[in-house]
């Protein structure tokens, strides 16, 4: 039971280092630069990184239900299929189009090994 813990908070911690500041700097010129070299719209970018920081907060906040972080979880792994998608379809197979299958791990990891999802 320890150990399961541990790994919950070792994925979950990592996944909200990588999503949390994000909405901090969906204005940035690098951010702003992705989303129009994947060919998306700025109201999707917008609406794709509030999306993902409400959802990590619903991850992280014990005292949300069950059914509200499997949604969370469900759509934030949404994103990153879609993700890795996306930079397939338009970089093809090069290294950093395979980060989001990381991130796709950890959040895989962080489902099983939450406590709330049992």
């Not at 397939?88 to 950093?96: M, Q, T």
């Amino acid at each position: 039971m320890k150990n399961q813990k541990i790994f919950y908070w070792i994925t979950t911690g990592l996944l909200a280092l990588f999503i949390i500041p994000g909405i901090f700097f969906l204005n940035s010129e690098m951010a702003i630069e992705g989303t129009r070299h994947l060919g998306l719209p700025m109201w999707f970018h917008w609406e794709l990184g509030i999306a993902k920081f409400l959802g990590m907060i619903a991850i992280l906040l014990p005292m949300m239900p069950k059914r509200i972080k499997e949604w969370a979880y469900f759509g934030i792994g949404l994103d990153v299929v879609s993700a890795f998608i996306a930079h397939l379809a338009v970089d093809g197979a090069v290294p950093i189009s395979f980060f989001p299958i990381i991130v796709l791990a950890l959040l895989i990891v962080s489902y099983l090994y939450n406590p709330q999802m049992k």
